[in-house]
Structures are given as structure tokens and as C-alpha cells.
């Protein structure tokens, strides 16, 4: 259509087809210019936003790895915490000291670490899930509720395939 405007403006200002050619070609350069910088900007646009994906992935894992850690550390404790609490239940039937025990069994119903801590460890049941993507958006979705101060608990007990979420 502006090939045709040229062309009629062209032969009503009784323009020589030599000028009228030279001015398509020109239009035409013009035309494949803007389309090559659009091409350009669309890749360059596609390629920062691929790089923003990753950024925002390599952060969620980083996040991730950080609660992992996190969560081993605490279950490190746990364990520890465990094993001096039998030991010191051991030690206390062995004397055949009820009032001890009791006094002792108060103290660790008074303190309640151990719930405390098991309430941080939801994101280690994931490994049962083993799609990759739901997975990954499930932990995008924790990771989301712990910024933001929610609390998200996350059960599973056994492991889940791509087979069962299809049913």
C-alpha cells in the first residue's frame, strides 16, 4: 500500500520512474531496518528475561539450600537434645527416683523445644514428590509464605508420582 501511495504521488508530481524506484528501494531499506531493529530488541528482551528467570531461580535455590541447612542443623539439635533426655530418664530409673523423674518429665512439658523445632522442618518431605515441576512450585510457594511471616505446613507420607496427580 505505501509502495502504491509512492507510485501515485510519484506520477501526480510527474516524478521519473529512475526517482520513483530509487525512492521504493529507499523505503524498502528503511522497511527491512526497522524490522532487523525489532528483531534485535525482541532477542535482546528475550534473553534479559531468561536471565531474570534464572536469577530468580538460582535465588530460590540458594533459599532453599539455606532451609535445608537450616533444618539439618535443627535436626542435629533434636537429636542431641533426644539423646541427653534418655539419657537422663535412664539414669533416673535406674535410682528408682520417682520424684526426680517426675520433677524432670515437668520441665521438659514446661519448655516444649521439641515441637518447636519439628514445626520448621516442612520443606524436607518434599522429596517424596518426585515431579520436578510441582515440586519446584511448591517450594517456590514456601519459600513466598516464609518471606512473608505465614506459616505453611506441608504433610506427605509417602511418595507421589506424575501417574497419581493425573487420578
Do not use: C
Not at 525489532?38 to 539450600?65: P, T
Not at 515437668?106 to 518431605?125: C, F, K, M, T, Y
Not at 517456590?140 to 508420582?161: H, I, W, Y
Amino acid at each position: 500500500m505505501a509502495i502504491e501511495i509512492i507510485i501515485t504521488i510519484g506520477n501526480i508530481q510527474q516524478i521519473t520512474a529512475t526517482i520513483q524506484l530509487a525512492i521504493i528501494i529507499i523505503f524498502g531499506i528503511l522497511i527491512g531496518m526497522t524490522l532487523w531493529q525489532v528483531m534485535l530488541f525482541l532477542k535482546a528482551y528475550s534473553i534479559r528475561q531468561e536471565a531474570n528467570d534464572q536469577f530468580v531461580r538460582n535465588q530460590q535455590l540458594q533459599d532453599y539450600l539455606v532451609n535445608i541447612e537450616q533444618q539439618y542443623t535443627e535436626l542435629r539439635r533434636f537429636k542431641h537434645d533426644y539423646q541427653n533426655i534418655l539419657l537422663s530418664l535412664e539414669s533416673f530409673a535406674e535410682k528408682g527416683d520417682q520424684q526426680q523423674f517426675k520433677a524432670y518429665y515437668q520441665e521438659l512439658l514446661a519448655q516444649r523445644p521439641i515441637q518447636n523445632e519439628i514445626q520448621g522442618a516442612v520443606i524436607a518431605q518434599l522429596d517424596y514428590l518426585k515431579n520436578d515441576p510441582i515440586r519446584g512450585l511448591v517450594i517456590q510457594k514456601f519459600l513466598a509464605a516464609k518471606q512473608a511471616d505465614v506459616t505453611l505446613k506441608f504433610e506427605m507420607t509417602s511418595r507421589l508420582n506424575y501417574q497419581q496427580l493425573i487420578y
